[in-house]
């Protein structure tokens, strides 16, 4: 699976504050047979459209990052987007504080908690509490920005509980030490990090080849990194600004499956239902959801040279 001559340079935005992409980073740095550039950002600079604030670079991007909530919710205005790998999962956790009377997930019940909602950390955050039998307006959400305060509100009492992606709750944990109960989701959600491109750019015969050849790079970058976890610590804390010890501390709770995920179409049909009840709109069904996720590019750059 090494590609043999040089491949056109390839433009990638993602969100470079996550461990999630990790592989990414790798591919770029190691295994793409070209020049690959990383910006911050994510699926809006594949559709051109303004980037998040405080989350983006400008730019048009070839492909880009972004959770599975992202992929819905930009999706509504640009059914072109395409779903082409699963990079990363996000294993996300809860983190309370026992002095608060935190002791189980029905605990969270009146508690202030910190996330970001029309994400996938506000998303996990209602399957946790669903979990228990409750709903999002059993709980105060909290939206606090830069997610780097998140941890100082724990510790403060502005809060009872924070969830949010990596190494945002790592450092939740350590500001609140033996106080802390964590809850995760096995069973109940992980977040589903893909690869995104559009159905133009697939279709294009000078972009596809590069695409295809940077999505064998991300597998060969997560086989690595599956193999030896540390190959990867320095780039991801270079890109994030998270001193090693504590990318060392956080990386369990991400795994990289780089291939896309058996179930993603069970999980966006389920999401779907929470997005629009919280956009306001009707919720689109199983096979207009389909239509998003492309298996082509995997395929390809899977099957013998």
Do not use: C
């Not at 640009?78 to 608060?100: C, F, H, M, N, W």
């Amino acid at each position: 699976m090494t590609d043999t001559k040089t491949m056109p340079s390839i433009a990638i935005h993602g969100n470079k504050h996550t461990f999630e992409i990790a592989p990414v980073l790798l591919a770029a740095d190691r295994f793409y047979p070209g020049e690959a550039t990383v910006k911050m950002g994510g699926i809006p600079n594949v559709l051109g459209v303004e980037p998040i604030p405080g989350f983006g670079e400008p730019g048009v991007a070839d492909v880009g990052t972004h959770a599975e909530t992202q992929g819905l919710r930009y999706s509504v205005d640009r059914p072109d987007l395409r779903i082409i790998l699963t990079v990363a999962e996000g294993l996300y956790r809860l983190v309370g504080k026992r002095s608060a009377g935190i002791a189980s997930v029905a605990d969270l019940k009146g508690k202030r908690i910190a996330t970001i909602p029309n994400t996938s950390s506000g998303y996990f955050l209602h399957m946790l509490l669903k979990s228990a039998g409750l709903t999002d307006a059993d709980v105060i959400i909290e939206r606090i920005l830069p997610l780097s305060d998140m941890a100082k509100a724990l510790a403060d009492g502005r809060v009872d509980a924070v969830t949010i992606w990596e190494p945002y709750m790592e450092a939740a944990a350590m500001a609140i030490g033996d106080d802390a109960i964590e809850f995760g989701g096995k069973d109940i959600y992980r977040e589903i990090f893909n690869l995104n491109t559009t159905a133009a750019n697939i279709a294009d015969p000078e972009k596809r080849p590069k695409i295809v050849a940077f999505v064998r790079s991300i597998i060969q970058a997560a086989e690595n990194i599956r193999a030896e976890p540390s190959v990867v610590w320095p780039l991801v804390s270079a890109a994030s600004g998270t001193p090693l010890d504590m990318v060392e501390r956080a990386w369990p709770h991400q795994a990289y499956p780089a291939k896309l995920a058996p179930d993603l179409l069970d999980v966006m049909a389920e999401e779907e239902q929470w997005l629009a009840k919280q956009d306001n709109r009707p919720a689109r069904g199983r096979a207009e959801l389909a239509t998003l996720i492309d298996g082509s590019i995997y395929e390809e750059a899977i099957s013998p040279a």
